[in-house]
């Protein structure tokens, strides 16, 4: 990946791990639910988006570079990725 790209990865991954300490601090402070679970829903909205980023990336760059050329073993690999990400 290109260092412009994983400096904007980085910070994402920065930004999910406070939703996270968030989510720790209410669980400590024994915090209403529905402030742990609206926490949660943006810790899993972000690691959806980032998941979604970097196959993204994955996919452009190892699946169909330039002289790549779309093949039933790629082809596989990509869903096997999808597989692995809608777990």
């Given at each position: 990946m290109a260092s412009a790209k994983n400096t904007k990865l980085l910070q994402r991954i920065r930004r999910i791990r406070g939703q996270v300490d968030a989510v720790e601090r209410t669980l400590t402070e024994e915090d209403e639910c529905a402030n742990v679970l609206m926490l949660?829903?943006?810790?899993?909205?972000?690691?959806?988006?980032?998941?979604?980023?970097?196959?993204?990336?994955?996919?452009?760059?190892?699946?169909m570079g330039e002289k790549r050329e779309a093949t039933p073993e790629l082809a596989e690999d990509l869903i096997d990725l999808v597989r692995a990400y809608l777990k």
């Open positions: 949660l829903a943006a810790v899993r909205g972000g690691i959806n988006g980032l998941m979604g980023e970097v196959m993204e990336d994955h996919i452009r760059l190892h699946l």
